[in-house]
């Protein structure tokens, strides 16, 4: 980052095009707010993380995206240049089969251990000594609990065999094929799946689905430079699928 902005120094900023990908980016007082605050340029091409994403996985033509990591979003490009948005509504009230909602169902699984309303098993041991204690000590690690320290208890799922573990990653990927359904219930375009749980969960969602899931073509990076360059569309949101 210090080396471009070195080079962009040497530039005339009105000669610079500035595109960027970011969270929420496509809501209009965020954009703005955010405009306001960075260095004039020539032309700026501000997009949502996750549609940038999209841009980049399908090289700019239609498609559909699904990034499942600490947090679960679904995006569609239609031929029009419009797309879709489904979830990405945080790991309180969404991010079904994400990273942090696995952590959270082996956490909310060890605490019942803990408290005697469930049998204890691989998992709630592995996530019991992960908390570094196994009475209500742990209730320090409890605090301040938000999605990354939940989507840190995730890997232990996946390294895990026994029936709940097991029974986490069949909902995840149930709730992660169910996103795909909407974002293309006809199965009429390229569904490609990226983020920390895509080479582990792409295969079992695929089944679901009886169609295959592809990686990524390229990143978030390349997708704001064919934004940029002309080469797809900006990001046009609607609320509901065409």
């Keep these: 980052m210090h080396e471009l902005w070195a080079h962009c120094a040497t530039t005339d900023p009105a000669e610079v095009t500035f595109a960027i990908g970011g969270a ?33 996985a399908g090289g700019g033509k239609p498609a559909a995206l699904i990034i499942a990591g600490t947090g679960v979003v679904g995006h569609r490009l239609y031929a029009d240049g419009h797309s879709i948005q489904r979830d990405g509504w945080g790991w309180i009230g969404g991010d079904r089969g994400s990273g942090a909602w696995i952590g959270r169902r082996a956490l909310r699984h060890a605490l ?29 690690w409890i605090a301040g609990l938000g999605p990354e320290r939940l989507a840190a208890l995730a890997p232990l799922v996946l390294a895990t065999r026994c029936a709940t573990a097991t029974a986490i ?21 390229t569904l490609f799946m ?49």
């Design 112 to 140: 019942a251990v803990l408290d005697g309303i469930a049998e204890a098993d691989a998992l709630s041991s592995a996530v019991i000594a992960a908390l570094g204690a196994d009475d209500r000590r742990s209730s320090a």
């Design 24 to 56: 929420g980016l496509y809501v209009a007082p965020v954009r703005e707010a955010f405009l306001a605050a960075v260095p004039p340029f020539g032309r700026s091409v501000v997009m949502s993380d996750g549609y940038a994403a999209l841009i980049g």
């Design 169 to 189: 990653l069949v909902r995840a990927a149930a709730l992660l094929a169910a996103l795909a359904g909407t974002l293309d219930p006809r199965g009429e375009t």
């Design 194 to 242: 990226a983020g920390g749980l895509a080479n582990v969960l792409r295969g079992p969602v695929a089944k679901l689905l009886g169609r295959p899931m592809a990686p990524p073509e390229a990143d978030a990076i390349a997708g704001c430079h064919l934004v940029a360059r002309g080469k797809a569309p900006p990001e046009q949101v609607i609320e509901q699928p065409m």
